[in-house]
């Protein structure tokens, strides 16, 4: 894998919408071809939900950013769930149609927020990869969309002050500079490969300790999706 040159630069607003349509475009033919008992599996990184449910919750978050639709409360657990109940008697097709909708028309609006929506496209990305793992498929966290969200990654953390760190990447030509630019704490070091700094990123359990090494920094305050 090549790490995109501007990985470390500045905020590409195309971005997410470019990973939204490799995601889109890798996942949803996947999902089609799955049986309907698939879409009732538990996604373990999601604890409570089935592979549905995941799918339902990413394609009402979309929606809404397509039709800005950000009430108060949005996207907190209480809304979710509402989300995934309002679409509960729906069939597992008409969920993936939204989800290729929503993966298809939110990348532009993501785009034009000035950052401030970028977590919803990596959060996608990420939930794409929650969805794999459930289906037993292979590129969870990593794939064709790999580098778009190693760029996204860095321009989220560095957006939103994130403890510094600095990622030599297995899979990867040039190293990641994540979180902050400049403050008094020392960068953090990782390495390993760029699927398990995306699930430490993510909260996500990141395999054998023994596969990567992780210094100047504790693994719980590099996830971004934390409270």
């Given at each position: 894998m090549t790490t995109p040159a501007d990985v470390n630069d500045v905020r590409d607003p195309e971005l997410p919408g470019r990973l939204l349509t490799i995601e889109r475009d890798a996942l949803v033919p996947l999902l089609r071809a799955r049986a309907d008992a698939d879409f009732?599996?538990?996604v373990a990184a999601c604890p409570g939900w089935t592979v549905r449910d995941v799918l339902a919750h990413c394609s009402s978050a979309l929606i809404r950013v397509v039709e800005s639709r950000f009430e108060e409360g949005v996207f907190s657990p209480a809304s979710n769930d509402r989300d995934i109940a309002d679409r509960a008697d729906?069939?597992?097709a008409r969920v993936v149609d939204e989800l290729e909708r929503?993966?298809?028309e939110a990348g532009p609006v993501i785009g034009r927020?000035?950052?401030a929506l970028d977590g919803v496209a990596l959060g996608e990305w990420v939930h794409a990869g929650d969805v794999r793992?459930?289906?037993g498929e292979p590129g969870a966290y990593a794939g064709p969309g790999l580098?778009?969200?190693l760029a996204l990654l860095a321009?989220?953390?560095r957006d939103r002050g994130h403890v510094p760190l600095h990622a030599d990447l297995d899979d990867a030509d040039?190293?990641?500079k994540l979180g902050a630019v400049s403050g008094e704490r020392p960068p953090g070091r990782f390495i390993g490969d760029a699927a398990t700094l995306v699930r430490l990123y993510a909260g996500r359990p990141a395999g054998d300790p023994a596969g990567y090494e992780l210094a100047g920094v504790e693994a719980a305050e590099l996830n971004l999706f934390g409270d």
């Open positions: 009732a599996l538990p729906w069939s597992n929503g993966m298809t927020a000035g950052g793992t459930a289906l580098p778009a969200a321009s989220l953390t040039e190293p990641l």
